[in-house]
């Protein structure tokens, strides 16, 4: 198939998609707002006053539903690419696994958080085995971050491809929280083996 076949089906599959036109009317950035929206109702992560970090935030509909959700909280957001304002966010643009991303992350809040998220997925290759266990290695770096950073009732979530690294994940998640659940949203394509793993209480 052509690229520019390619790209006329994506655009007319984005406007099939009920939650690209909820997201849209609603204002925020991707659909993948009611992702985190249905993990927030079903284990209920977001309340008033935490302190929480998204992982690979751009373009942003997390941190928009953290913000609008969270009342006094303290949210810091961090991505590769630049994430447009969002109002009561503290953004950096940049590599969260390299140190100095995260010596930033530490010396902003000098404290522990009570929430990690990360959605953080390296930009397709073509190549599927290769990406799954790209993006695995993103998911198991924020664990290690986690063990530091959260407080130890804290509250972890982040994209998971049910693929070759899901043992090697579960493997680290075992070794640092006592819960661990794995959950797909409606709001994931079926079609994507996208999952997120949710863990709870620092070992
Ligand atoms: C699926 S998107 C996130 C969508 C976002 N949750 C939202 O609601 O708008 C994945 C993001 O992960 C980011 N990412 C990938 N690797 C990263 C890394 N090493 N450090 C920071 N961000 C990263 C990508 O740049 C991309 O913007």
Known sequence: MSKNKISKNWINKQNRDQYVRQSRAEGYRSRAIY???EIDEKYKILKNGIKLIDLGAAPGSWSQYAAKKI????????DLKEIIEIENIFKIKGDFTELESQNKIKKYFNDKV?????????????????????????????IKF??????SKGIFVSKIFMGSS??????????????????KPQASRKESKENFIICKYIL
């Open 35 to 37: 992702k985190l929206k």
């Open 71 to 78: 009342k006094n909280g303290t949210i810091l957001s961090i």
């Open 114 to 142: 009570d929430v990690i998220l990360s959605d953080m997925a390296v930009n397709t290759s073509g190549n599927k085995y290769l990406d799954s266990n790209s993006t695995g290695e993103l998911c198991i770096s924020a």
């Open 146 to 151: 986690s063990r530091n950073m959260l407080k």
């Open 166 to 183: 899901f043992n090697d994940i579960m493997k680290e998640a075992k070794a640092t929280f006592k819960e661990i659940r794995i959950y």
